[in-house]
């Protein structure tokens, strides 16, 4: 090997904490005293794994790892810092210690990879926010694993170099070979096909509650005996959205990369995310959380996508009210071992329920007490239920010829949805709202208030009792949408009364 040496060896690595990458200097130290190895600075059980990873990783490597005293700390060591994403880093800082492997290429470059026994470099979660990370950071080229090259090269401004092994990391320092800068493998694979709404006969009157919900980014409620469409409906929600602008497309790879769901060779995610938790989930696997560093749970993975919430009658009620604060701030906090990670969490919740827990085909079938019924949908009741714009109670198709009937396809359905949602853009624009959804209400009160005749039916609800005051706001969200999807310009009393049958439908239950 060609290079002196040191007593010390230094190399750039990039942690994770929460959502925010750090970069972490790896120190390797050899110094006289017994032989040992030891590793410092506010690691976890993961990365004290690290040692015996990275000692086989050398050893099978045909390199050397020293039989002296050997200290590996983690600068700055007031950090949290978790994972395997070190081992390279401190693979290689051991091997510049011992001057098995020159420092030219370190300056300005980060280190990122987790190693196998036999050497090997796995793929690393959180490969994307890593690499922004450094290269807000100043950094200018970024080892990683081969698996992770193609989500690398989506950050601009940082050269990447894919490895497959730790000895292929020490040959290109060596300048003895030049790393893979495109992705290997079969190149992007398209993404999974989601169903048509075609597909849907019957309904009309859901189908369009989708529709609305689609357009303005509204939260819906779908009620109604089983096997009626309600799970189907819902599974095309994704298909009826836009894609994600190219913005929105980085944030959500990057909480799929930090989730480690990401597909190797697709990247980067176009689609908004559909997340369906069972209706066993927990709190922690809705919200995010674990030991060492937090996952992103399901409120975080469907982030500008759809959170779907099949059965929610059969989740427990503090299950459900764990949703409240993401939905209302559009950020999820975690609790963790060392402080509080916050994590993206703006979605679009969609919830299926039978009216009743023997749901009958027939609601006259019902051999549920009065009070056991109102018990079942009214967990829904409350908070959470004033969050949702959109309830529709579906019927079965009363006849067979229903049946028949061909429903209208997703692409026809989409255009209408993206044609809506760009008058609501081109509306919004000066105040940054992307959808009816997120116009505060105190916009919705002033600037834009409607004149007393188009209030008139929100008035009345509001002095009988029937709606809150967070739920006028939301109905005028919705009569925005309605508004938009006609094509008007400003909402009339038809849109306002629409939206409030939207809202109170299912209510009185
Ligand atoms: N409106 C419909 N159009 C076409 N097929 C339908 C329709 N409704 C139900 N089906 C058929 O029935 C199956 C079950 O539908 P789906 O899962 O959507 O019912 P559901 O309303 O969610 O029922 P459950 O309350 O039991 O969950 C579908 O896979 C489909 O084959
Ligand atoms: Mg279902
Ligand atoms: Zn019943």
């Given at each position: 090997m060609t290079g002196v040496a040191t007593d010390l060896g230094r190399v750039h690595s990039v942690g994770l904490n929460a959502f925010a990458a750090d970069v972490v200097e790896v120190q390797a130290n050899i110094s006289s005293g017994l032989p040992g190895f030891y590793i410092s600075g506010s690691t976890d059980t993961s990365l004290r794994e690290a040692k015996e990873r990275v000692r086989a990783a050398v050893n099978n490597s045909d390199l050397k790892f020293p039989e002296k005293r050997l200290t590996v700390a983690l600068a700055p060591a007031n950090l949290p810092k978790s994972g395997a994403g070190f081992d390279l880093a401190m693979a290689v800082a051991v091997l510049v210690a011992t001057g098995q492997a020159p420092t030219t290429l370190l300056p300005g470059t980060v280190m990122i990879g987790e190693l196998a026994l036999d050497g090997r470099l796995r793929s690393t979660r959180g490969v994307l926010p890593l690499l922004l990370g450094a290269r807000d950071a100043g950094f200018t080229r970024a080892v990683v694993p081969i698996d992770n090259v193609a989500e690398a090269t989506l950050v601009e401004g940082i050269e990447i170099g894919g490895a497959y092994s730790l000895s292929d990391v020490v040959a290109w320092m060596a300048g003895n070979l030049v790393l893979d800068t495109v992705a290997d493998g079969p190149g992007p694979s398209a993404a999974p096909a989601v169903p048509d709404m075609t597909d849907v006969v019957g309904q009309p009157a859901a189908r369009h509650a989708l529709e609305v919900a689609a357009a303005g980014a509204h939260h819906i409620l779908m009620t109604g005996p089983p096997g009626i469409g309600k799970t189907m409906l819902a599974c095309r929600l994704p298909g009826i959205l836009p894609e994600l602008d190219h913005a929105e497309s980085l944030e959500v790879t990057a909480i799929h990369s930090v989730a480690g769901i990401l597909p190797a060779h697709r990247p980067l995610v176009v689609v908004p995310p559909f997340v369906a938790p069972h209706h066993s989930a927990s709190i922690t696997s809705l919200l995010g959380g674990g030991t060492g560093m937090a996952r992103p749970g399901a409120v975080s993975r469907a982030h500008r996508g759809v959170l779907f919430l099949d059965e929610c009658a059969e989740m427990g009620t503090k299950v459900l009210d764990s949703l409240r604060q993401p939905l209302e701030e559009g950020i999820v906090r975690v609790a963790r071992r060392d402080g509080t990670a916050v994590y993206p969490a703006r979605f679009q919740l969609i919830l299926a329920a039978n009216p009743c827990p023997c749901a009958p085909v027939n609601d006259v079938d019902c051999v549920c007490t009065s009070i056991v019924r109102r018990r079942y949908l009214g967990k829904l009741s409350g908070p959470l239920m004033d969050r949702i714009d959109i309830r529709v109670q579906m019927e079965p198709p009363g006849n067979t010829a229903l049946m028949t009937e061909q429903g209208e396809s997703s692409a026809l359905v989409s255009a209408r949805v993206a044609t809506a949602r760009a008058a609501a853009r081109d509306r919004w624009r000066d105040h940054g709202w992307?959808?009816?959804?997120?116009?505060p209400g105190s916009a919705l009160r002033r600037e834009y208030r409607l004149p007393p005749d188009t209030m008139r039916p929100i008035e009345a609800f509001l002095r009988e009792g029937r709606i809150t005051a967070r739920g006028a706001d939301r109905a005028l969200r919705l009569a925005w949408t309605l508004t938009d999807l006609r094509g008007g310009t400003s909402p009339e009393a038809d849109d306002v009364a629409q939206a409030l049958m939207y809202r109170d439908r299912g209510n009185g239950r």
């Open positions: 992307l959808t009816n959804a997120e116009v």
